[in-house]
């Protein structure tokens, strides 16, 4: 029984009212969509075939939709549980049952069912099991009788009361646990903290030089509802390695604020100061229920929520900028000599020709401790002469602007092949490398060439390369390691289906990791498409794939509009048209009075046409139009056209760079205060938010994104730090008055990459600053992504 069947119409119905008013669209819509992912349908399939049925959502709307009906239906499911288990104690109220249906979410259900959730006997519970809640109830009904007397009469040695104070701290008991667990209160005050609660953090006693990175923070303070995310996972960082503490208060002054609590606490239950007898026993009451149980409680709660948010943020940040790097201009069916940089070990090489196989390996060792310059520019000229090299793909780690240099002496030795060089990120060659699937590519080839096949390979299609390597291994995101990895691998894993299922596949070249990610296929059906290809030759048409095992009807309608062939008996089958709208493109044929090889790519034909003229009881103006566009331009890929960053000569190391110097570079990471730019030095440099344009910028992404070629200007250069400023106003007379250096606070990116991580994420370990300037700030920023 699938998870909608178990829930009652009004309930799936309420929950796709509620989702098409989050994501801005009708009920009907959302239902539809619901529908077809309770199908089977993937949101590729959805998004592009299905558009008549859900009214036009696209991707994000269904991606969004997909999201909130998970968090939905869970709520739905914990309802069913908090209902079925205050029944069964026999305390479910008409009031209490209306109140649990109608909370919106998981916290305001949690705190309703507090009171009633089975827990250890407390302090409360054994108070009233000894007989004092009249006590509690009699001293808050009327204050104006003095405590200590009346305790004195629930005095019971055998009920474990001995005296009055232990009679008055049973009923304290007991107050303090009605008080923390009403629902009422405590969502009056989860909504007051959030909105005026500061974090605060100090330095743990004897840290404070081993937790120096996170000295920013040492005493520090901040509103909890506008600090921006990388700043609190950089706090919630330096908690769990035990360098911070952090407390949460509502206001600036942290004594006041407790106050400001008991207060509350005290107007919800109706006590005040009025030189009664019980007035101070009361008071002291809240203050204790506010300090030992709301507070912390609510704290720990609103760190939970604020988490939750900057982790949601992270991810997002890291998933756009995959989609950046997996969507970069592909070099196409060139031969590609592949170059992993090492010094001892040598430098790894591997020449793919146009279809990515592998061709030849070899190890030089131009660098040091060797020094075998000469000899290894003969054995590359050799290379690239006998499998026509036309690119030299270099991989950007450790000796990569030395082994850059080579290459650039190796292009001038051979004129006649006509070569280009590039830098390319190797971010997660490493991890490939020593993977099962390259185990199984490769089985007979060292791991440590692997690495040099897949720098070659992602210059020729970035997005068929990375598909093999896990998401979170190639490193583009802020705080990787510290955010919910089932929800990142999540999120990565569609943003990956995005990208490849946006792109199309070549049925008959591509791997089984990137059929993989096709719509619908499953690794199983992956694999079986490749070992059915291999045996049997390629893939004549669409039709064909149903020979495959386990690829029934199901599973052909989700794929087969984003599986390509080429050549084959079918020209549609070379577009992104599903088969399943093939009549429809019989219709326009016998309209236009011209063969499908004729009508292909004829512009003027087809804006001829009308959409309404075509459509039927299954497929509407939508789909008539992308299969007009299609048509039109078949197969079109939607990625940018190629083209590489040139590094300036002589600028190879930090040493070499100057102030004012224009350089050209590539973007390798976007995040929320800048972007992180790879200039050839070994060390990415941070472009400020503000200095990404000449106007304001709110998101870095509106400008940038991962994979961009930009000219930048070197603003300022710390050697030590290893620091680089940069900005994209490339005349100093655009630029905005900024402090001198002295001025500014805040620590830099430590020096050095990690394979298989980007060199924004490999500032391992650091902490951001408070936003005291803001260029200085975005460095030590840099400094908690990982």
């Avoid at 040695?157 to 009422?184: F, H, P, Q, S, Y």
């Avoid at 950046?324 to 590609?336: E, M, N, Q, W």
């Avoid at 063969?595 to 512009?603: A, E, H, P």
Wanted: aromatic share 4%.
């Amino acid at each position: 029984m699938s998870q909608s069947s178990k829930l009652s119409a009004a309930v799936a119905i309420g929950i796709a009212a509620r989702i098409a008013e989050e994501i801005g669209a009708q009920p009907a819509q959302a239902v539809a969509a619901i529908g077809l992912l309770d199908e089977g349908a993937t949101v590729p399939f959805i998004a592009r075939y299905r558009k008549e049925v859900t009214g036009g959502l696209d991707d994000t709307q269904l991606r969004n939709l997909e999201t909130r009906l998970t968090y939905l239906r869970e709520l739905e499911d914990r309802r069913i549980a908090v209902l079925a288990s205050v029944d069964e104690q026999g305390k479910l109220t008409d009031e209490l049952r209306a109140d649990i249906e109608a909370a919106d979410s998981k916290a305001r259900l949690e705190d309703l069912y507090l009171p009633y959730k089975p827990k250890r006997r407390t302090k409360a519970q054994i108070a009233r099991e000894a007989g004092l809640e009249p006590l509690a109830d009699g001293l808050l009904a009327d204050p104006s009788q003095v405590p200590e007397e009346v305790a004195a009469a629930y005095v019971d040695a055998d009920k474990g009361v001995a005296d009055a104070k232990a009679a008055l701290d049973g009923a304290r008991a007991i107050l303090m646990e009605r008080w923390a667990e009403d629902a009422a209160l405590v969502g009056e005050l989860r909504q007051w903290l959030t909105e005026v609660g500061v974090i605060r953090s100090r330095v743990a006693e004897g840290k404070e030089a081993a937790g120096e990175k996170f000295r920013d923070y040492f005493d520090h303070a901040e509103p909890l509802s506008r600090i921006p995310s990388h700043r609190l996972l950089a706090l919630f960082r330096g908690r769990r390695e035990e360098f911070l503490f952090l407390d949460l208060d509502p206001g600036s002054d942290a004594e006041a604020g407790h106050l400001q609590g008991t207060g509350r606490v005290a107007a919800h239950a109706g006590i005040r100061a009025a030189d009664r007898p019980a007035d101070k026993w009361l008071l002291d009451s809240c203050r204790l229920t506010w300090k030992a149980k709301l507070h912390l409680h609510l704290m720990l709660d609103l760190f939970g929520q604020a988490r939750e948010k900057a982790e949601a943020e992270a991810i997002e940040v890291f998933g756009d900028n995959l989609k950046d790097l997996l969507l970069a201009a592909p070099a196409g069916p060139k031969a590609v000599l592949g170059l992993d940089p090492g010094l001892r070990t040598g430098v790894k090489v591997a020449v793919v020709d146009r279809t990515g196989k592998l061709v030849d390996t070899a190890t030089i060792y131009p660098h040091v401790p060797q020094r075998q310059w000469d000899q290894s520019l003969h054995v590359l000229r050799a290379l690239c002469s006998k499998h026509n090299v036309e690119l030299i793909a270099i991989g950007n780690g450790t000796a990569s602007r030395e082994t850059d240099k080579l290459a650039g002496e190796l292009i001038k030795l051979a004129p006649e092949l006509k070569m280009q060089k590039l830098v390319v990120s190797e971010a997660g060659a490493s991890v490939y490398s020593a993977s099962e699937f390259a185990a199984k590519e490769f089985p007979g080839l060292d791991v440590s060439l692997r690495g040099a096949v897949s720098i070659a390979r992602r210059l020729q299609d970035p997005l068929a390369e990375l598909v093999k390597i896990e998401p979170k291994a190639i490193g583009v995101g802020q705080y990787q390691h510290d955010v919910d990895q089932f929800k990142l691998a999540r999120a990565l894993d569609a943003k990956v289906e995005d990208c490849v299922n946006a792109v199309g596949v070549d049925v008959n070249t591509a791997s089984a990791a990137l059929l993989t990610r096709v719509s619908g296929l499953s690794s199983t059906v992956a694999e079986n498409i490749v070992v059915h290809r291999d045996q049997n030759g390629p893939f004549a048409s669409r039709k064909a794939l149903l020979k495959v095992p386990r690829l029934g009807d199901k599973t052909f309608e989700q794929c087969a509009g984003f599986l390509r062939i080429n050549d084959g008996e079918q020209p549609l089958d070379a577009s992104s048209v599903h088969p399943e709208a093939y009549p429809v493109v019989e219709r326009i044929l016998a309209a236009s009075g011209k063969g499908v090889k004729q009508l292909i790519g004829d512009s003027t034909a087809l804006r001829a046409l009308k959409p309404e003229q075509f459509t039927d009881d299954r497929f509407g103006v939508p789909t008539v139009r992308d299969i007009l566009a299609e048509l039109e331009k078949p197969g079109r890929d939607p990625r940018p056209e190629f083209k590489a960053a040139k590094f300036a000569d002589g600028v190879e190391d930090i040493k070499d760079l100057r102030e004012g110097m224009i350089l050209e570079g590539v973007v390798s990471n976007v995040a929320a205060f800048g972007a992180f730019v790879d200039i050839g030095v070994h060390q990415d440099g941070l472009v400020h938010i503000s200095e990404l344009a000449d106007r304001y910028v709110k998101d870095p992404r509106e400008v940038v994104k991962a994979g961009d070629v930009v000219k930048v200007r070197v603003l300022e250069v710390d050697v030590a730090r290893k620091r680089i400023a940069l900005s994209r106003r490339l005349d100093p007379a655009t630029a905005p008055q900024r402090e001198p250096r002295g001025a500014r606070d805040g620590g830099s990116p430590a020096g050095g990459r990690d394979r298989g991580m980007s060199r924004a994420a490999s500032q391992a370990g650091r902490a951001a600053p408070p936003p005291n300037n803001a260029l200085a700030a975005a460095f030590a920023k840099a400094k908690g992504q990982n």
